[in-house]
T-cell receptor
Framework: QKEVEQDPGPLSVPEGAIVSLNCTYS??????FMWYRQYSRKGPELLMY????GNKEDGRFTAQVDKSSKYISLFIRDSQPSDSATYLC????????????FGTGTQLKVEL | DAGVIQSPRHEVTEMGQEVTLRCKPI?????LFWYRQTMMRGLELLIY????????DSGMPEDRFSAKMPNASFSTLKIQPSEPRDSAVYFC?????????????FGDGTRLSIL
């Protein structure tokens, strides 16, 4: 079993839809939770991060963490075609330097 | 501001050849990471360095892979001999080290095809 599971998609939604992207993890040592966005033929870039259970909002994006269920989510409101990308969750434990464990990524397409 | 710079952007070579991928991290960053990304396995950490010293190379698939960081501004990942199953996109990332969340900044990758 992988440490981090993420549905690869692809996920196709109409413009303006609310998008929900999710990851589950098995290692309770993970304490820091990140979402990276990767456009085609580019490297991933950090979108949001959090280290506590609950919600964190940044504009149209909300990151949600449920440590008891080992479940993290990224919600995108009023999705735009420019949000079309692959979204990867990334998790970090307090020890181990800055080593991240990534999900495989969910490919999202927002259509006009 | 210059980001992480990788070269070459694309590499096509025949199996058995030596391949060298290069990375220049962001100035001032003291952690450097090499990743491999494929459709099947996603983004896998191969090796990472702190202050030019390899800290964790448990992700290096086999002895054909080697990585060096001779100074704070340059790193290489070498595959010798290369095999078709090494075909993937290889990313380099750099960050500051420390507690908490230190964002990793990625280059745009090297797309490697081994024929």
């Amino acid at each position: 079993q992988k440490e981090v599971e993420q549905d690869p998609g692809p996920l196709s939604v109409p413009e303006g839809a609310i998008v929900s992207l999710n990851c589950t993890y098995s290692n309770s040592a993970f304490q820091y939770f990140m979402w990276y966005r990767q456009y085609s033929r580019k490297g991933p870039e950090l979108l949001m991060y959090t280290y506590s259970s609950g919600n964190k909002e940044d504009g149209r994006f909300t990151a949600q963490v449920d440590k008891s269920s080992k479940y993290i989510s990224l919600f995108i409101r009023d999705s735009q075609p420019s949000d079309s990308a692959t979204y990867l969750c990334a998790l970090k434990s307090p020890g181990g330097g800055n080593k991240l464990t990534f999900g495989t990524g969910t490919q999202l397409k927002v259509e006009l | 501001d210059a980001g992480v710079i990788q070269s070459p952007r694309h590499e096509v070579t025949e199996m058995g050849q030596e391949v060298t991928l290069r990375c220049k991290p962001i100035s001032g960053h003291n952690s450097l990471f090499w990743y491999r990304q494929t459709m099947m396995r996603g983004l896998e950490l191969l090796i990472y360095f702190n202050n030019n010293v390899p800290i964790d190379d448990s992700g290096m698939p086999e002895d054909r892979f080697s990585a060096k960081m001779p100074n704070a501004s340059f790193s290489t990942l070498k595959i010798q001999p290369s095999e078709p199953r090494d075909s993937a996109v290889y990313f380099c990332a750099s960050s500051l080290s420390g507690t908490g969340i230190q964002p990793q900044h990625f280059g745009d990758g090297t797309r490697l095809s081994i024929l």
